[in-house]
DNA sequence: CGTACGGTTGATACATATCAATATGCGTGG
DNA sequence: CCACGCATATTGATATGTATCAACCGTACG
């Protein structure tokens, strides 16, 4: 059965193994298995295109997700058009996950991503009687707003040169486990909405940084970390 | 048995009837006591001046906190001493509840104030096998994280007079339930750590607001919202 | 009454935004 | 395979909002 129409029937669809990077092998090594992967075992999985939208803000949180692979960005706008990105999702992550009955921010796909969308009546109803369940569930709560609150020292307080070392490091980490090469996902312009710069600053800053060989950028998407302790003196 | 002794002792200490506003008539009105009310009376009360620290950055983070009277800022540091402040907690608020072993940022009495500390490991005990005491504390990292999310885009996208405008809304709501008139417990300087702004910009928007008639300032604590959609239009 | 601290106001500097032009990469169709 | 067109990114010139540096004011308090 293929996602859509299993989608349509709101049964289970249990996805063949895919390719790319899944956290803790998905589906295949149980021992690495989180209780949030067990719960997305139950979700249908859906594809989403560039720049389409997964949900919009204030839409009814029905649903909480789980990216597969790809990359999606979870944002708020202001009446005006200036947008905030709040944060970049990649394989492993959980989004619209909340307390509210409608989300409070959008989420979009970056690039074509796979995500799982599982029912949060399903959700509340094991972590009920799932004490472990329960206890992940805060926690992933809880490391949203341990990074949430780290993005306020980075918006709040420093430069646009630190911001973009931060992005680099943190993009790093999340996605090659902190290797000196990254493939960003998404355009200048997302960069931008997440640190509260604008694509040119961003550009210029990372030409800067190209210039004084702290980085090297063989494509606009791919980043060499060569300085590694340059950046995270711009870091702290 | 006064409070210093009780925490010695490590025995929970039933502090007498307080004056000032506390959330739902603290140990008084039943019906409108909340799950973390009911914990904070096994806690044990302290009293902090002004300015004094009540956890630093990286302490072990073996208590939770919540505000009885008074205000609490929590902020970070950067290594050259920029600082930003997350959140002013007020009466009613909680804060340093976390999943990590040791605090991630600060706290300190931004006036005198009285604090209930309560011991994490038993709220861990309590939450346990009481399921509604434990979706009490996720919702209250929920919370946490949507004022978080809020404030990401207030230092990510807004001007200066907007950032103003919205902590002055957001103080009337959370102060006084929405009254046109606040008491601003912090210093400009606080109010400048929160907003990612300096203490002359701070004033400066503060004299322009006045000066268009949108708040008046009878002293430099007291805020009177003199035209609310003026400022709600700031705020979208 | 003077001192200290917090707050305001002024002059100027600077980081980043804005406006504008050019360059690069990429998919499409000839 | 190349040429075209579009989207994305870079670079340049200039504007502007906020920071910085500095002086001054007002209120609380010894």
Chains 1, 2 share one sequence.
């Not at 720049?51 to 944002?75: K, Q, T, W, Y």
């Not at 009687?129 to 490391?143: F, P, Q, R």
């Amino acid at each position: 059965m293929p996602p859509v129409a299993a989608a349509l029937t709101q049964k289970a669809y249990v996805h063949p193994p895919m390719p790319g990077v899944v956290p803790g092998n998905w589906q295949d090594d149980v021992a690495a298995r989180r209780p949030i992967d067990v719960l997305a075992a139950l979700g249908v999985v859906t594809t989403f295109e560039r720049n389409s939208e997964i949900f919009g803000e204030d839409a009814p949180a029905d649903h909480i997700f789980m990216v597969l692979s790809g990359a999606v960005r979870v944002c708020k706008l202001l009446g005006d058009g200036r947008r905030q990105i709040e944060n970049f999702c990649l394989a492993g992550d959980v989004f619209g996950w909340e307390t509210a009955p409608r989300h409070r921010f959008s989420a979009e796909a970056v690039n074509e991503c796979r995500v799982v969308r599982i029912k949060r009546s399903i959700v509340f109803a094991r972590a009920a009687d799932d004490a472990e369940l329960a206890h992940a569930l805060w926690e992933l709560t809880a490391g949203e707003l341990s990074r949430a609150q780290n993005h306020l020292l980075v918006l709040g307080r420093k430069t646009a040169q630190e911001r973009v070392a931060t992005f680099l490091l943190d993009m790093a980490v999340r996605s090659t486990g902190g290797a000196a090469e990254v493939t960003l996902p998404m355009s200048r312009q997302d960069i931008a909405d997440y640190l509260g710069l604008t694509i040119e600053t961003v550009s210029r800053t990372l030409t800067h940084l190209e210039e004084t060989s702290v980085i090297a950028l063989p494509s606009s998407r791919r980043v060499l970390l060569k300085d590694g302790s340059a950046l995270r003196g711009l870091n702290s």
